[in-house]
């Protein structure tokens, strides 16, 4: 098999027919990602190769890491040609990793660039990359459209005025819908010193004085009003871990009190206000047919002086394999006691927790609905052919795979489209697989539905019921 050809990964005809007839062609719903909505409002050229691929993408920057490249060609202020020599120094290192991969298919599909990575290669590619982005033939919103996507779910802080949401939503030459994702990560950090400044925010974002949990629960209910005017079709909160920790009316009270004027809180008093805004923004979230992405797992910020120098999303994040899924299903179940479960996402970066995590989502379904607790897409550290494949297998084994909503970028990089493709190719082999050693009967029909519907339709069908 040629080097990185139309037939990667596709090891069985099975696969190959799949993938070319079924899964290659379709649209892309991109419902998670962390792309700057102004950069696609503004349509945003971009003034050099170095500034696409390294401008905010700490999977590449850790691997530059790892190769000892000194901060000042990754993050600094280094010339931009000598960064881009560095990076592409770096993926002729990385034999075998998806971050090698999903580069060549970058400068294959954006680029008509077929040249192998490498430090020798590096001032060809540089050059010829950068006279293709000096052209205009790749500024933000003709990537998108070249990508066939359809919608893009951005990620925003609920004090957001999400000014370039509502200019998207008014433009009609967009040719894709651009939506806002409610993150209220930082409402859960009562017991620091910036709750208090936030819950500012959040006053001045909703114009309603916030004096007590209620006060708080209705700002943050005009809030989801205004992103769901907009388009919102989920949310989505990064946590460590689901404390399941009930306290009474009075104790939540003093629990925000003393968040408020920034006091020490017991341990106790801290998860249980905690768990008592999950629950009310669970229930909020099933009130307005959103759905609730939760993404735990991780511990951010594992080096305190890269933290200090360089600030969060700099890739010193890692895998926390202490995660606990008895909390996590106590919070499930309240919600869905009360009739208040919205449909779930459930991404766990630890990839031990595959099978009990594919466990757990299978003991909440609701009638009507396909998978109405997804475990999520390969994550992070996990979005590999190993960390995909196990993924898949565990969806097999523990779910029903034909309801899985497939692929999503999670990247601030607008040339990663191509990890949908990845993705799709590795999908169609795991499948072709199946059929080829005779687990699976090779209906070309019935299969390639299945496939798409990964690829596309399950996750319109998910979010938004159809597409319009």
Same mark, same amino acid.
């Given at each position: 098999m040629d080097f990185m050809d139309k037939e990667l990964l596709l090891d069985t005809e099975q696969a190959r027919i799949l993938f070319h007839g079924y899964a290659e062609d379709m649209p892309i719903i991109d419902y998670h990602c962390h792309i700057d909505p102004a950069e696609i409002y503004e349509d945003r050229s971009y003034p050099s190769m170095t500034a696409l691929w390294l401008g905010g993408d700490h999977y590449k920057w850790r691997a530059m890491r790892q190769l000892g490249i000194p901060e000042e060609y990754i993050t600094g202020r280094a010339d931009d040609r000598e960064r881009f020599r560095a990076w592409c120094r770096t993926v002729s290192y990385a034999a075998g990793s998806p971050l090698y991969a999903w580069s060549h298919l970058e400068l294959q599909r954006y680029f008509d660039c077929r040249l192998p990575i490498s430090e020798g290669t590096a001032d060809e590619i540089f050059d010829l990359c950068n006279a293709k982005l000096e052209s205009g033939e790749l500024s933000a919103r003709r990537?998108?459209?070249?990508?066939?996507?359809?919608?893009?779910?951005?990620?925003?802080?609920?004090?957001?005025?999400?000014?370039?949401?509502?200019?998207?939503?008014?433009?009609?030459?967009?040719?894709?819908?651009?939506?806002?994702?409610?993150?209220?990560?930082? !409402? !859960? %950090?009562?017991?620091?010193?910036?709750?208090?400044?936030?819950?500012?925010? %959040?006053?001045?974002?909703?114009?309603?004085e916030i004096t007590d949990i209620s006060s708080l629960k209705a700002a943050l209910t005009d809030r989801m009003g205004y992103f769901d005017s907009l388009g919102a079709r989920s949310s989505d909160q990064s946590t460590a871990f689901f404390p399941y920790t009930r306290l009474g009316s009075a104790e939540l009270e003093r629990a925000f009190e003393k968040g408020m004027r920034c006091e020490?809180?017991?341990?106790r008093e801290r998860l249980g206000f905690i768990t008592e805004l999950m629950l009310f923004l669970g229930s909020e979230y099933r009130r307005l047919g959103w759905v609730m992405q939760l993404h735990f797992g991780v511990v951010r910020n594992t080096n305190s002086r890269a933290f200090a120098a360089l600030g969060r999303d700099s890739g010193f994040d890692r895998i926390d394999s202490s995660t606990q899924l008895e909390t996590l299903a106590a919070f499930l179940n309240e919600l869905d006691r009360t009739d208040s479960l919205p449909k779930t996402v459930l991404y766990c970066l630890d990839p031990s927790m595959n099978t009990p995590l594919g466990v757990l989502a299978g003991c909440f379904c609701g009638e009507g609905i396909c998978g109405k607790v997804q475990h999520g897409a390969a994550w992070w550290f996990n979005d590999s052919i190993g960390g995909i494949d196990d993924h898949l297998r565990s969806l097999c084994e523990q779910g029903v795979l034909g309801t899985f909503i497939g692929m999503l970028t999670d990247s601030r990089c607008m040339l990663s489209y191509t990890r949908h493709e990845y993705f799709r190719r590795i999908l169609c082999r795991y499948i072709g697989r199946l059929c080829e050693s005779g687990e699976l009967y090779f209906d070309r029909q019935l299969l390639g539905r299945l496939v798409q519907d990964i690829c596309f339709n399950n996750a319109e069908r998910f979010f938004f019921g159809a597409l319009a």
């Open positions: 990537i998108i459209k070249q990508s066939r996507v359809r919608v893009i779910g951005t990620t925003d802080d609920p004090c957001d005025d999400l000014r370039y949401h509502r200019l998207m939503r008014e433009d009609k030459s967009l040719g894709c819908r651009v939506i806002p994702t409610f993150r209220p990560d930082p !409402l !859960l %950090l009562i017991g620091g010193s910036s709750f208090p400044e936030y819950i500012a925010r %959040l006053e001045k974002a909703a114009d309603r020490q809180l017991t341990e």
